[in-house]
């Protein structure tokens, strides 16, 4: 396994250091300080992480460009790649046609237990979108460029790091 370059491997031991003198000192303020002098440090402390989570993102876009989305593993390290599509602007006319209507024969399906199912399901969640994998069930493609359902738009990607019990799941 290669090992972190030294200049990036001193900057987080050093930010890790800075955190463990903060933990420290945080108590004391909070126990002494007036409520002005709170809001300031909130205010910094706020100002850093964002700049922090900011850098964050750039090795997190680059490991989900390499791995692509999914369950990975890397270095014995389990991970998580979230991304995908947000999916907007349904042509809600069109799918439902589509989910109603025997694709060869023309004939109505509105007693077909898989609609039914489909429709539940959507009712269910309690927000009025398509759900994408009972859709292609049905052999319904959203995404299909040729004859979109939908306006998509992509999803920022993010890197979650996995627990032994989510592992497992």
Same mark, same amino acid.
């Given at each position: ?13 050093? @930010? ?11 108590? &004391?303020? /909070? %126990?002494?300080?007036? #409520? ?16 922090? $989570?900011? /850098?964050?993102? @750039? ?10 989305? =999914? $369950?990975? %593993?890397?270095?014995? *390290?389990?991970? @998580?790649?979230? =991304? ?9 006319? %069109?799918?439902? +046609?589509? /989910? ?5 024969? =023309?004939?109505? #399906?509105? %007693?077909?237990?898989?609609? $039914?199912?489909? @429709? ?6 309690? +927000? ?9 069930? &049905?052999? *319904? ?10 306006? &998509?738009? +992509? ?6 790091? /996995? ?5 497992? &799941?």
């Amino acid at each position: 396994m290669a090992e972190l370059a030294d200049p990036v491997a001193e900057a987080l031991d050093g @930010l890790g250091c800075w955190l463990d003198d903060l933990d420290r000192q945080l108590p &004391r303020l /909070l %126990e002494s300080a007036d #409520l002005p002098v709170v809001v300031r440090v909130l205010q910094r402390m706020d100002v850093q992480t964002k700049r922090l $989570r900011a /850098l964050a993102g @750039l090795p997190e876009r680059h490991v989900a460009h390499v791995l692509g989305t =999914g $369950r990975k %593993e890397v270095a014995g *390290i389990p991970l @998580l790649v979230h =991304g995908g599509w947000d999916r907007k602007e349904w042509d809600h006319f %069109e799918v439902a +046609r589509r /989910l109603a209507v025997d694709p060869v024969s =023309g004939e109505l #399906l509105g %007693e077909d237990p898989k609609v $039914r199912a489909a @429709l539940r399901v959507v009712l269910a969640a309690g +927000r009025h979108e398509w759900r994408v994998t009972d859709l292609r069930d &049905r052999g *319904i493609d959203p995404d299909d460029e040729d004859d979109p359902l939908c306006r &998509r738009e +992509r999803k920022r990607v993010t890197v979650q790091f /996995l627990t032994p019990p989510e592992v497992s &799941r």
